[in-house]
Structures are given as C-alpha cells and as structure tokens.
C-alpha cells in the first residue's frame, strides 16, 4: 500500500532531555495504527512534531510524498493532517456548530474581497459550512447541541466534539489523541464503532494513541510501542501484547523468587 505519512530518524530533545530517539515510521494509507507507551514515553511528543507544535532536533517527517518537517502547524492542516488533544482544546465560548465551523475554515474558498464585500461567493460558502457543520454534529449524535455552548457540554460530548472539528477541515489523515480518555464503557464501545465507521466513510488514515487497551487492541491493525522515547515493539496487536519488552515496560520487571 502507498505510504502517506514517512517519519525517519525523528529525534526530539527538551534542552538537554531526550525526549524522542529515531523514531521510524511509514504509515500506509487507509491504515488504522496505534501508538501506546506508559506515561512520558514521547508519544504525545511525537504528535506534536508531526503536527507542528515542535521542530524535530533531528530526522524528517514527509507527508504524501512532501517534506513538511518544520512546516507551521496551519500549514500542515491545510496539507491534510487534522488532530485531536489528550487535554481538550475546543472554544469553549461558542457553540458547538460554530466550533465546526471555525475549523471548516481551513478549506474555505472565499478571499479577502468576498468577506468584506459580503458577496455571494461568500453567503454560498457560509451556507456550505453551516450544512456541514451540521451533517457533522449529526453523524457524531450532537445535532441536538448545536446552539449549546461547549464549557455546557457533559465531557464525553466534548470529545465527540473534537473529532467532529477535526474531520471539517478534510484531512487525509487524522491523529487521534487519547479519543477515549474520561468516557463510560459504554461510550468507549461506541467510540470504537466510530472510529472505523469514520475510516471507512470518510476514507481516510488514522493514527491514534490511547491508554485504554479494550481500545488499541480492539481496533488497531498495527500498534509501536515507546518507551522512554525509544520504540522497543512495533507489530499486530496479538504480537504486542506478548512481547516480554512490553510487559516490563508496563509492569516492571519480574524478579525470580
């Protein structure tokens, strides 16, 4: 399968920390992948780098066949790379269609002139993104809270919100920050649902990291393990979750009695 996402040799440090050590990746396109590690093993870090937030101190990251390292992080989401956040990053002073909206804008294709002008090239396209918007909050069963302002959103509708923002800017591939962190066993099911009815409708690749295993080995087709910044498995989730290397990671080394 055609590769769209090609990390090579992504290394990142924090002053003198290492933080990320030659990380390799090549992402096939239309692939559901997973990324776990304990806590402070670079997995969010690599996010970042891949997104933007950071520089890589060293390697490349290339994106459809496009060297982006380095790029600024709307740059990258007007190429096609769309996330979601451990720690929720939505408005929480407007509603949840405008939140949609907001990030709709990535794609718009009115200029300038049309906006000031109010011309209508530009009522089209604000028509366009409102039923978007809509077929969006729909889809993740929040049509109801369209004109309800997200800080009055229950914490699991939240996260339903960011990955409904995230696929209005169009992406061809979206990152998946910890998308079931805070939610029900119930809501966890329905989430993994979700994210391969998500894959197949909007035909595109995810890449996700996440605490919760019911979830990684549930849905991922293949899963890289950090740890302290270092990858010590990469393979199918039946391999992983056998691997000796994991379960130290996890678990601490087994002393002999």
């Known amino acids: ?127 366009q993104a409102k039923e978007e918007a809509m077929e969006l909050l729909k889809i993740f069963n929040l049509q109801s809270r369209a004109y309800t302002l997200a800080k009055n959103l229950p914490y699991g509708e939240l996260r339903r919100l960011e990955i409904a923002r995230a696929l209005a800017t169009h992406p061809k591939l979206v990152l998946l920050d910890e998308p079931a962190a805070g939610m029900n066993p119930r809501e966890v099911g329905n989430l993994m649902d979700l994210i391969h009815w998500i894959r197949e409708q909007f035909k595109i690749t995810i890449f996700l990291v996440e605490h919760q295993m019911r979830v990684v080995m549930g849905i991922c087709e293949r899963i890289k393990v950090l740890d302290f910044g270092e990858t010590i498995c990469d393979g199918s989730p039946e391999y992983v979750k056998c691997d000796p290397k994991v379960i130290e990671a996890y678990l601490g080394r087994v002393e002999n009695a």
């Open 1 to 127: 399968m055609e590769t769209i996402l090609s990390l090579q040799g992504l290394t990142h440090y924090f002053g003198g920390l290492r933080a990320v050590h030659d990380f390799n990746l090549e992402l096939p396109q239309g692939a559901l992948w997973g990324l776990i590690g304990p806590n402070g093993a670079g997995k969010t870090t690599i996010f970042n780098l891949i997104t933007g937030v950071y520089k890589p101190t060293e390697g490349k990251i290339i994106f459809n066949g496009e060297d982006i390292t380095g790029l600024k992080s709307h740059l990258i989401v007007e190429k096609g790379i769309a996330r979601t956040f451990q720690n929720l990053r939505v408005f929480n002073g407007l509603t949840a269609l405008d939140n949609i909206r907001i990030a709709r804008q990535a794609k718009n294709n009115i200029s300038l002139f049309d906006s000031f002008l109010y011309t209508r090239k530009f009522y089209e396209e604000e028509k």
